[in-house]
């Protein structure tokens, strides 16, 4: 399992008065392969603007939301933990839900996938290289990489768990990732 992240959530009183309405581990927890790793879900919202009314929690146990936002138009905030390449080799592309891939992608790198997003990707503890069709770069902790709907992925060449915060925000399909490979939307 991941490390639990403290999810503080603001909402309002039956009077209309601001107040916290959950201070608690996040409960949306999906352990990875190997120990300490896994992603953690801290929001969804199924719009664009997002509601504020209500006090439910967005993101409840038991709920394996797909990679993208799970509605046209929302979004999703994710923590995800990567383990080391060290500790074996990286999850399948094909076991990611909502996300494109194709075998030719998926032969250099076996995560190697796409979303119909913009994505914030923030990298919090550890470094990760970011591997695209025709370049790579490495991450570390504070760096942001503003990923527009392009096939990628993570890559840890170190020795340590990388964390990093993902916000996604549902965008438009661009008509050759739609048309490369097949798509799997929750």
């Known amino acids: 399992m991941p490390k639990p992240i403290r999810r503080v959530v603001t909402g309002h009183t039956p009077e209309g008065r601001s107040t ?12 990875g392969e190997f120990p300490d790793t896994g992603s953690t879900v801290l ?9 504020n009314a209500g006090n439910d929690d967005a993101a409840p ?7 993208p936002p ?29 996300a494109h891939s194709t075998p030719e ?8 996938h796409q979303t119909d997003t913009v994505d914030y990707a923030i990298v919090l503890e550890g470094e990760i290289w970011a591997l ?9 902790p504070g760096d942001v990489l503003v990923q527009r709907g392009t096939f990628h992925a993570w890559d840890n060449r170190s020795e340590a768990v990388c964390r990093v915060l993902f916000v996604l925000i549902d965008a438009e399909p661009l008509a050759a990732a739609t048309t490369e490979g097949a798509t799997v939307r929750g």
């Open 43 to 51: 929001w969804v919202t199924d719009r664009a603007p997002a509601s």
């Open 132 to 140: 695209l069709d025709e370049a790579e770069t490495l991450l570390k």
């Open 20 to 31: 916290i309405v959950a201070d608690e581990p996040a409960p949306q927890v999906n352990p």
């Open 70 to 98: 799970p509605w046209r138009g929302g979004s999703i905030l994710r923590v995800v933990d990567f383990a080391p390449n060290s500790r074996g080799a990286p999850a399948p592309a094909t076991g990611l839900a909502g």
């Open 61 to 67: 146990a038991g709920v394996r939301n797909p990679v």
């Open 105 to 112: 992608r998926m032969a250099r790198h076996p995560g190697f």
